[in-house]
């Protein structure tokens, strides 16, 4: 009896396990929002890292998190570090290209409370006295990522702070244009 008991388990963690493998291996999720302001006063708000703090839908989330700004203080080669409480965690984001009212491009790199590696993607296009911004994130899932959105919905779980910071973005631009 204990031999089928153990038979059983070991089936069962072994067919989770071909699950888990044939699960995604990568994941996106984008938002969009238009903003009642030129493309540039846009780009402005994503291209340097200190504007970030007027939008950012984690920077008020620990108001005693250490942040640290490194390199050019927008553009190519920014870089962002923070390390803070249990809902913003600690890691970085380098910015990797950034074309004037065009595209920002950002390495994330989490160390806590799971290290991992992302890109998120600011695209902006004018439309006509308006801006329409596309914020998305990509990356790769591992073995143990994979296992977790079985459970956990990542467009639910970033989604909704993507367009919470976009609505915010939209606030700090559309009044800085008055």
Same mark, same amino acid.
């Given at each position: 009896?204990?031999?089928? @008991? ?6 069962? =963690? ?20 238009? @903003?009642? &302001? ?13 504007? !970030?703090?007027? !939008?950012?839908?984690? &920077? ?27 809902? @913003?965690?600690?890691?970085? +984001? ?16 989490? =160390? ?16 006509? *006295? %308006?801006?329409?911004?596309? !914020? ?5 899932? *591992?073995? @143990?990522?994979?296992?977790?959105? +079985? ?10 702070? +993507?367009?919470?910071?976009?609505? %915010? ?8 244009? *008055?």
């Amino acid at each position: 009896m204990l031999k089928r @008991i153990l038979l059983g388990l070991v089936l069962v =963690i072994a067919l989770f396990a071909v699950v888990v493998a044939l699960q995604p291996s990568q994941f996106r999720v984008a938002r969009t929002s238009t @903003i009642s &302001a030129p493309a540039s006063r846009v780009f402005e708000q994503v291209n340097d890292f200190r504007s !970030w703090e007027r !939008w950012s839908p984690w &920077a008020k989330l620990d108001p005693a998190a250490k942040v640290d700004f490194e390199g050019p203080a927008a553009g190519q080669g920014a870089v962002f570090k923070w390390a803070g409480n249990d809902k @913003i965690g600690e890691g970085s +984001m380098t910015l990797i290209e950034s074309r004037p009212a065009e595209l920002v491009r950002i390495k994330v790199d989490f =160390i806590k409370p799971f290290a991992g590696t992302s890109t998120s993607e600011f695209a902006f296009k004018p439309e006509g *006295n %308006q801006t329409s911004v596309t !914020w998305a994130t990509s990356g790769q899932h *591992n073995f @143990i990522s994979k296992a977790m959105c +079985m459970f956990m919905n990542m467009d639910k779980m970033v989604g909704g702070d +993507m367009e919470k910071g976009l609505a %915010q973005m939209k606030s700090v631009a559309e009044a800085s244009t *008055n």
